[in-house]
């Protein structure tokens, strides 16, 4: 009889849809963003804290076969970014419009599938995950999005910009958590950065890349 | 001193780099296609047999905007491929030029890195991949492959194509071994199937696509 209960209980969890997912709250890890046009391509450390509302960005790439650095500190509580030149030592400090979005799988978002990355044959060789496509905020358009059935992990996002065409983010070697809290903290030599004030559009991780 | 002898070895392991590897000789999995153009879109259910040379390909997807199906067996030993029509039980056979070319990472690609897709911080969140990049047989191009450390099990493969642009593979639910292997034998009504031969181009793995 007990037997029968664990059965079925296993066949309960087994049998479970994926459901829209948050990702967990603090991430630290790396991302590659490409772009259909080719125009694009960085590679990307990141760390991410979606309860004090602050993203990290340290790239490099190439834009449009130039390469470029950036790095990036967005403070969404108090609505400034500041763009750091470590070589220098130096900061510009912006207003930072939009709202802070978590990385969330949205409540009305449609499950395209659940599937297994590499092998469900042998030890290590397969990932559980879900891929997802909805809306972006502010009807900005479309995404695809897979994270990982366990933790919620992004694995990888597809989303259209304006200016170059599909663009896709890889996320790898995350980790919960954040590895160095400093680097959600404007340097100290940030502390009397010029400010450029502007009636520029708003900022978001989204148009972050569609801007550069 | 037994125990710095065993740290001694793990360390070793640990410390292992990534080798060129081969796939299992058996698979049997899904894969997406899209292309850079977004002319092509195509997802494909496929038995993969090294030993045999066979290679089956059931795929369902949109060619400038039309959908369209289909479904082949590729046998290089015999050095014929067949285009199977289940809807009315007939085949089309052709003459395969080309080498079976095994999935394998060259000897000679390059380790552009090692990276866990989703994360390392909980049990079944992570999946750690090789991305090679090297030439493609006879000169096609280059490839971009990513398979999974343990089994050697394809996860992406990108590589240049003179129509589409860059054509993206993804692979999924793979699992070693073939599964029905009726599949890689050309069914009972293709015996006496219609013989197309022709002058035209070798066919492989990767023209096939190419072609459509």
């Given at each position: ?21 948050k990702?967990p ?6 991302l590659t ?14 760390e ?26 967005l ?6 970014m500041?763009?750091i030149h ?18 969330v799988?949205?409540?009305?978002a ?17 990932l ?19 994270v ?9 996002s597809?989303?259209?910009t304006?200016?170059?065409g599909?663009?896709?983010?890889s ?10 809290p ?7 030599y ?19 890349f569609?801007?550069?």
């Amino acid at each position: 009889m007990k037997l029968l209960i664990l059965a079925g209980l296993l066949a309960g969890c087994l049998a479970q849809k994926p459901t829209p997912c948050k990702s967990p709250p603090f991430l630290t890890g790396s991302l590659t963003i490409s772009t259909q046009n080719e125009n694009l391509f960085a590679y990307a450390k990141y760390e991410y804290d979606s309860i004090g509302q602050r993203i990290r960005l340290r790239e490099l790439g190439t834009y449009e076969n130039k390469t470029f650095s950036y790095d990036v500190l967005l403070l969404y509580r108090e609505a400034s970014m500041y763009e750091i030149h470590r070589h220098n030592r130096s900061c510009t400090k912006r207003p930072l419009k939009g709202d802070f979005h978590p990385m969330v799988i949205p409540k009305d978002a449609s499950l395209l599938g659940q599937v297994i990355l590499g092998s469900s044959s042998g030890p290590g060789q397969g990932l559980l995950v879900n891929t997802w496509t909805g809306d972006l905020p502010n009807k900005a358009g479309k995404f695809l999005r897979t994270v990982t059935e366990f933790g919620c992990v992004p694995v990888s996002s597809l989303f259209r910009t304006k200016n170059f065409g599909w663009m896709a983010l890889s996320y790898f070697n995350n980790v919960i958590g954040i590895v160095d809290p400093a680097q959600l903290d404007p340097p100290s030599y940030c502390q009397d950065a010029e400010v450029k004030a502007g009636d520029e559009e708003p900022v978001d991780f989204t148009s972050l890349f569609q801007k550069l």
